[in-house]
Nanobody, 124 residues
Framework: QLQLVESGGELVQPGGSLRLSCAAS????????IGWFRQAPGKEREWVSC????????NYADSMKGRFTISKDRAKNTVDVQMNSLKPEDTGVYSC?????????????????WGQGTQVTVSS
C-alpha cells in the first residue's frame, strides 16, 4: 500500500520550533518531489514548501523563507520540515504530498499521494 504519514505536530508557543516528518511506505521518495501544505480553519489550503525528487532543489512560500527548512533523508525515506520562529498564524493542519514531477504545483492539484496531516498549534 502506497502512503504518506506525517508526524511531529503539536502545541508550541510563539517563537518556538517544531520538526515535522513525512514518511513514505510502499514507494521510494527518490522518484517523487514532496510538497508540504497547510490549512488553517476556515482558510484555503496553502503551499508551504517543496523539495525535488533528487533533494537538490528546494522552494518555500515567501512567509516561510528563513524560518522553515525542508530536507530529504533517503536512508529513512522521509522528508522533514524544520520550522523555527513559529507564529500563531502558522497554526493549521500540515500535510505532505508526493508528485512524480517537479515542484511547480503550488495549488496541490496534481499531486499523486497525500498524507492525512498533522496538527500544528502555535499559541501561548
Amino acid at each position: 500500500q502506497l502512503q504518506l504519514v506525517e508526524s511531529g505536530g503539536e502545541l508550541v508557543q510563539p517563537g518556538g520550533s517544531l520538526r515535522l516528518s513525512c514518511a513514505a511506505s510502499g514507494f521510494t521518495l527518490d522518484d517523487y518531489a514532496i510538497g508540504w501544505f497547510r490549512q488553517a480553519p476556515g482558510k484555503e489550503r496553502e503551499w508551504v514548501s517543496c523539495i525535488s525528487s533528487s533533494g537538490g532543489s528546494t522552494n518555500y512560500a515567501d512567509s516561510m523563507k528563513g524560518r522553515f527548512t525542508i530536507s530529504k533523508d533517503r536512508a529513512k525515506n522521509t522528508v522533514d520540515v524544520q520550522m523555527n520562529s513559529l507564529k500563531p498564524e502558522d497554526t493549521g493542519v500540515y500535510s505532505c504530498a508526493g508528485i512524480g514531477a517537479g515542484c511547480g504545483d503550488v495549488l496541490g492539484k496534481h499531486y499523486d499521494y497525500w498524507g492525512q496531516g498533522t496538527q500544528v498549534t502555535v499559541s501561548s
